[in-house]
């Protein structure tokens, strides 16, 4: 007969999976409607990355609470993290959406700097394509902090892409956590 903590234990790896679905399905569902009309969606993909981050903040959380689970403080850590972020991303929405593109281009250069760096080792094998993603990164991202406004639609799209991606990874996860919750009862 089980004990009470392996129930509990289960019960936890049963709303792991179900919130992992959950968020997946939300991402690819928003990765889908920004990518069809970033102009229009700008706003509700601040609020709704908002509530995402709120949620996932409140997922890291309940997982701490597991006792079996490795790495319990940077749950913690990150569902507070994030729950912070969720909650400046619902109270500053015009903020938010100048802020995620100067972010972005800023994360872009230095991926480009970093990058072009990278090419410079002489033993590293792909140099060419590793200096090719550097320049791009980095003139991406100059044009991004130059202008972060006016390019807030191709923004919008190729995150719109990057949920959608995130999305199918989480809901493709779920249905794994699922599957081995089930081998292992």
Do not use: C
């Not at 991004?144 to 406004?149: C, L, Q, S």
């Amino acid at each position: 007969m089980p004990s009470s903590s392996d129930a509990a234990t289960f019960d936890v790896g049963r709303m792991t999976w179900q919130v992992s679905l959950f968020a997946g399905v939300v991402t690819l569902i928003l990765g889908i409607i920004v990518t069809l009309h970033p102009g229009g969606s700008l706003n509700v993909v601040a609020v709704l990355a908002g509530i995402l981050l709120l949620v996932a903040g409140l997922f890291h959380l309940i997982g701490a609470l597991d006792r079996d689970a490795h790495n319990r403080a940077w749950s913690v850590v990150v569902g507070l993290a994030f729950v912070v972020l969720g909650v400046v991303l619902l109270r500053h929405l015009n903020l938010t959406l100048a802020l995620i593109a100067l972010l972005i281009g800023i994360v872009w250069i230095i991926q480009g700097v970093a990058s072009l760096l990278a090419a410079t080792d002489t033993t590293r094998p792909g140099r060419g394509w590793t200096a090719v993603f550097g320049v791009v990164s980095l003139a991406a991202g100059i044009v991004v902090v130059a202008v972060p406004e006016g390019s807030l639609n191709t923004l919008a799209v190729l995150l719109g892409i990057w949920f959608i991606i995130i999305g199918a990874l989480q809901v493709f996860g779920a249905f794994y956590i699922r599957h081995a919750l089930k081998a292992a009862a």
